[in-house]
């Protein structure tokens, strides 16, 4: 009734290239990180501080040793109509919470501790925003 087999159900591992978990976690929490920079880049647009400065900074030289020393790609950014810093800064605390997840499962104490910072600095803004 079916035809068998004749085959490994995976292929030979020379068919696609693998990737150890680490290196998927490095992928994932690269991916967090520049997203969380271009929101990061996006605020700094809005109303530019010195901590802002500094995050952006840090945050481009974490996915730049993720990315095995390519700097993310920043385009300079305009502020669009009707942009919103609180809303802003409830997406970059998100996906701060995200890239924290990752760099914790990953053990990268580094990131971990950017992360959570980011984490709190949004908050804070959050609720300023929200008081006023």
Known sequence: MYEPIRTGSSGTSSDFPHRSREEELDIQLAGHLAALLAVTDELRSLA???DL????EQLAEQVARLRAGHAP??????????SESSALHDRAHALAGRALVVA????DTTAAILAAERMEAHAAARNLSHAG
């Open 73 to 82: 790609v920043r385009a300079s950014v305009s502020v669009a109509v009707g």
């Open 104 to 107: 914790a499962s990953r053990a």
């Open 48 to 50: 530019p501080s010195a």
């Open 53 to 56: 400065d500094t995050a952006a």
